[in-house]
Structure formats: structure tokens, C-alpha cells
């Protein structure tokens, strides 16, 4: 690999980045995350930590304002965050899922005006494109938005929004010309939460991640200026599927997080936990249950950096590499974190001790931004096509 995306060793700068989000993920972030859990809020100390340090939205070009950290920086920011706190993380995951597509495919009035308040910390940014009655099956929106003058009115349902109500932006995929649905009949739009007839549903009441609020966003005749879509008319769909190549790669990342967090943990604990006179690491089959838990990590993390590597270059295999990181790297989260619970046996199943949390925040990781069985279907896809590179 080349362009500064090595893929057995980080840089200098890199793991300068690392060494400074793991310590404010360890002084300001890990304490409240505990609290975040139990109490279903908003880690307001996680978003005031990140901000200061210009890692809420790190993604964001220096030239409107922004950190310019590439994929893997990126990667590396959402990896530590949830290595703590997993809904901590969705604040810079979901911040580069909902602005990604204005920084692909939005004019240059678009970038100057969200990206440089995204990157001002004047608002988080969301991604609307799933709806009650589309999931996995994105192109069967109903949300339409009618052309008016020089405005669009939009109106709609969108649901499972990451941080909705708590975003000030949010970019709504919408129908244009039902005839054409996903070959050019969908489009993206800015909408802004001060904007008149957006409202908000009650947050979900969900196994995990529950400081991050999940709700639905309702659009009631919301009319907007022309120059708030996102690219030309009709391309909506295909900005969506983009950036979503892009960011399944966060996906990864809090996968590899949360993955590693519950692996510290359980490390610790089987050297300290002793049963018949002796640390329960001393027992050859606990032994290998944390072997295959510190291989699984590993590999994931390197696919993901790998990955990451592509997302920064653009490389033709993308694709692949992006469904390929986030469904491996959930399925080894969601693997790690239940045998984690196992290592600490009975104590595991409280919640005084974090692994229980851990394992209910991952599971997420192998549903949103695509299930692993539409993963599954994209990397055969992209296999089939001969689209895969050979290191």
C-alpha cells in the first residue's frame, strides 16, 4: 500500500492521534459511561471533551474550518471513543455519515455554509435515509419532495435517525420522480432542525447504545430553498450508496473498540480472579478463549485499517473493503464481547461490571449501516464482478 497507509504499522502522526483520544476517552469519557447507560442521556461530557479538541467531526477538510484528519485518523478517533463509551462514538460517526454526502457531492456554497459549521461546533449532522417501511430495501422510500419555484417541499417519515433531535443538520434522502426511484428518481437535501414543520418522535427505547437518542424524524410540508440540495436532481441515491462505502468503515471501527474494550477488561480480571487457589489465567482453556478473542481484535482492526487505507485513496475495491471490515469486525465485536461476559462468569451478567453493557452495544454494530446479510450480499457482489484487489 502506498499514499502513507501502511498496513502492519501506524505513523508517527497517527500514533500521536491515537495516544491523544485514548487519553481523553480514559479521564472524560470512560467515567460517564457507565451513567450515559443507565440513565438512557446524552453524553454531554463526551461531546463538550471531543469538541474542545476538535475531535467530533475530525473528518472535515482544514479548508472549511475542520480538523482534515484522513480515514484512518478518523477511524482511529471512533475506535478509542468506543473503546469507553460505544455511544460516545456515534458522535463523530454519525457527524461524518450525515455530512459526507455534502463534502462527495454538494456545491461549494453547501461545504462553506454546513461543513464549516459542523466544524465550528455549531450543530452535529444526521443521515436520514431509512423509513418505516424501508430498511435494508433504501430505494422503497415514500418521502417525497415536490418541486415549488425556487423551493423544495419536502414530506415524510424517516426513522432509526442517530442523534436525531440533538443534530442541528440532517441530510434527507427524498423521492423526486417516482418513476425512477434509485436510477435517478431519489435526492438528498439539507434540512435543518430550526426548519418550519421538522419534528421529532420519542427516542426508541433500545438494548444498546442508549445515550445516543434514536427517534424519527417527521417532515411536514418542510419547504426549502433550491440550492439546499445535495448535487444535481436524481443523484441522491447514489450519493447515499457512497457514502455509506465510506462510512461502514466507523462502523468497524467502534466494532474494533468495543471489541478491544471488553478484552482489556476481561484480561484484567481473569489475572486477578482467582478460584481453586489460583488466577483463573492460569487455566489452559481460559487461556484459549482469550487467545481467540485477541486474534479475532487483530484481525479486525488490520481489515479496517485496510479498508480505511481505500476510503482515503478511493481505490476501486472500496466496496468490498468497507462490507467486508464492518461485518467481520461487528461479528468478532459481538463474539468478543459475549465471551468476555463468560470470563467473568456470573459477575459478567451485572451490571456493575461494564462487559454487560459492552455486549449490548455491540450488537448494533451488525445491524445499522446495512445488516451483515446485506453485507454479505455487497462483498459477493463485488467478488463476482472481479472486483477485489489481490495484496
Not at 471512533?78 to 457531492?105: D, F, T, Y
Not at 439539507?190 to 424519527?216: H, W, Y
Not at 448535487?231 to 450508496?241: I, N, S
Request: charged share 25%; net charge negative; with cysteine.
Amino acid at each position: 500500500m502506498s499514499d502513507g497507509y501502511p498496513m502492519y504499522a501506524l505513523s508517527e502522526e497517527h500514533q500521536a492521534i491515537r495516544e491523544a483520544i485514548r487519553a481523553i476517552a480514559t479521564d472524560k469519557i470512560a467515567p460517564y459511561a457507565a451513567a450515559v447507560d443507565e440513565e438512557a442521556r446524552y453524553p454531554a461530557e463526551a461531546a463538550q471533551a471531543l469538541q474542545a479538541a476538535d475531535f467530533h467531526a475530525p473528518h472535515v477538510p482544514e479548508q472549511y474550518g475542520g480538523a482534515g484528519a484522513d480515514a484512518l485518523a478518523t477511524v482511529l478517533v471512533i475506535e478509542e471513543v468506543a473503546r469507553a463509551c460505544v455511544s460516545s462514538s456515534l458522535i463523530p460517526a454519525v457527524n461524518k455519515l450525515g455530512s459526507l454526502p455534502v463534502q462527495l457531492a454538494g456545491s461549494e456554497a453547501l461545504k462553506e455554509r454546513y461543513l464549516g459549521a459542523l466544524a465550528r461546533g455549531e450543530g452535529g449532522f444526521s443521515y436520514c435515509l431509512s423509513e418505516p417501511d424501508a430498511g435494508s430495501d433504501a430505494g422503497g422510500m415514500k418521502t417525497r419532495a415536490v418541486r415549488d419555484g425556487d423551493h423544495w417541499v419536502l414530506d415524510g417519515v424517516k426513522r432509526w435517525i442517530t442523534n436525531a433531535g440533538e443534530s442541528e443538520y440532517y441530510t434527507v434522502m427524498a423521492v423526486t420522480d417516482p418513476d425512477k426511484r434509485t436510477r435517478g428518481g431519489i435526492s438528498a437535501f439539507v434540512v435543518e432542525k430550526s426548519d418550519e414543520g421538522v419534528s421529532f418522535g420519542a427516542p426508541e427505547k433500545k438494548l444498546g447504545i442508549k445515550g445516543s437518542p434514536t427517534r424519527e424524524v417527521y417532515l411536514d410540508k418542510v419547504r426549502l430553498p433550491a440550492e439546499r440540495m445535495i448535487g444535481e436532481e436524481g443523484t441522491g441515491f447514489a450519493t447515499a450508496m457512497a457514502t455509506l462505502d465510506h462510512t461502514r468503515i466507523t462502523i468497524a471501527a467502534q466494532a474494533v473498540g468495543v471489541a478491544q474494550g471488553a478484552l482489556d477488561f476481561a484480561l484484567d480480571y481473569a489475572k486477578e480472579r482467582e478460584q481453586f487457589g489460583k488466577p483463573i489465567a492460569d487455566f489452559q482453556g481460559l487461556q484459549f478463549l482469550l487467545a481467540d478473542m485477541g486474534i479475532k481484535v487483530e484481525a479486525a482492526r488490520q481489515l479496517t485499517y485496510a479498508a480505511a487505507g481505500r476510503s482515503e485513496r478511493g481505490d476501486k475495491d472500496l466496496t468490498f473493503f468497507g462490507a467486508a471490515a464492518k461485518c467481520f469486525a461487528s461479528d468478532t465485536a459481538m463474539q468478543v464481547t459475549t465471551d468476555a461476559v463468560q470470563v467473568l462468569g456470573g459477575y459478567g451478567y451485572t451490571r456493575d461490571y461494564p462487559v454487560e453493557r459492552m455486549m449490548r452495544d455491540a450488537k448494533i454494530t451488525q445491524i445499522y449501516e446495512g445488516t451483515n446479510q446485506v453485507q454479505r450480499i455487497v462483498a459477493a457482489r463485488q467478488l463476482l464482478a472481479g472486483i477485489q484487489s489481490h495484496l
